[in-house]
């Protein structure tokens, strides 16, 4: 890993964000409820679309972001969907909902592919009848590249593929964003992009599989965490990162059309770190918990390394990553502890983004 120090800083805007009109999928999930406090920050009337939340606890109940409409609406249902989007009215979509998980969607493919493939057809489709609608930023993964396990991060333009039900889910919901964008919304004056962001950890995601909220609640229970595949490398990013990401994308694209592209977001200088490296750094940060680590053969199959080349977001958008690892892990910790000991869930985010915002 590289100690590298971050320069530059692009915020998101907020004289560009107040008052626009802003239509949220997931917004009930982690992402999307960051997201939510964020754009209200930033002055954006913002209605949502989602499930009702799956985990519990979870950080959409905790923290209360505040929202000019809140729909528990399921993405496949394509009638009901573009009722709320025409009434939504919006200017800017960003799209989050999804299966997100990987062990997930061996145990419900057909569920994975419906809402990922199939959800986002649904939304893009509703956008065709919205002409307020001028920016749409559909949100992947860095898993929709065909994985060679070689030792190079991947490029927008290498080939997308998926071994499990999710990565080929988003690999094919990449090829439904791009038909849509040639076919129909370029036309009309939307600009549709995509966006491919690395692992994403910080406070308040309380999946099932997920590495840092499976230790929180470990260590929190005095139990040892197990982790499966200790050596498999990620792009691994606080949370922040790739959501500051998204909101300067839109605001590019908003400003020149000719932006809408598929977009890498990841760690500084595609920055790639094992299970182990951030177990151990969490381990410290948080001041205990045991680990038993596996041999890498348990469950299904999983990606052993990944890495994204980010020069593309940073040429065409100039939007540069600032913290590095140590940093993402060390805050995601320290949210968790501060959220168990009784500490506001929606402070702790605000102060978050506060941090993240006072950049050089």
Known sequence: ????????????????????????????????????????????????????????????TLARPELAASHFQDIR?????????????????LHLAAQALVRPSYQDPLGTFATNVLGTA??????????SAR??????????????????????????????????????????????????????????ASARAGN????????????????ARAWQSGKALHVRRPEAKRPWQHVLEPLSAYLVLAERLYDDPTLAQAYNFGP???????????????????GSGDVQYGDGTEGPHEARWLALETAKARHMLNI???????????????????????????????AEITDYEACP
Request: aromatic share 8%; charged share 25%; net charge negative.
């Open 268 to 286: 500084v200088s595609h920055e790639a770190a094992s299970v182990r490296q951030v177990i151990e750094i969490a381990r410290a940060s948080y």
């Open 77 to 93: 249902d394509a009638a009901r969907l573009a009722e709320l989007v025409r009434m939504a009215s919006p200017e800017i979509v």
């Open 1 to 60: 890993m590289e100690d590298l120090a971050v320069t530059a800083c692009v915020r998101p805007n907020s004289d560009f964000w107040a008052g626009k009109r802003v239509l949220l999928t997931g917004h009930t999930g982690f992402k999307g409820t960051w997201l939510s406090i964020w754009l209200a920050r930033l002055g954006a009337s913002v209605t949502g679309i989602s499930l009702p939340p799956e985990t519990e606890p979870n950080l959409f």
């Open 200 to 215: 994403v950890i910080g406070g308040g995601d309380w999946s099932m599989d997920r590495l840092l909220p499976d230790a």
């Open 320 to 350: 540069e990553p600032r913290w590095l690892l140590k940093e993402a892990v060390d805050r995601t910790m320290t949210w968790y502890r501060a959220q168990h000991g009784g500490a506001d869930a929606r402070a702790l985010c605000e």
């Open 122 to 131: 649904n939304l893009l489709e509703a956008v065709r009848s919205v002409p």
């Open 135 to 192: 920016v749409v930023v559909a949100i992947t993964t860095d898993k929709v590249y065909r994985n060679l396990e070689h030792a190079f991060p991947y490029r927008e333009t290498d080939q997308i593929g998926g071994h499990d039900p999710y990565s080929a889910s988003k690999a094919a919901a990449e090829i439904t964003i791009s038909s849509y964008r040639d076919s129909f919304l370029r036309e009309q004056g939307v600009a549709v």
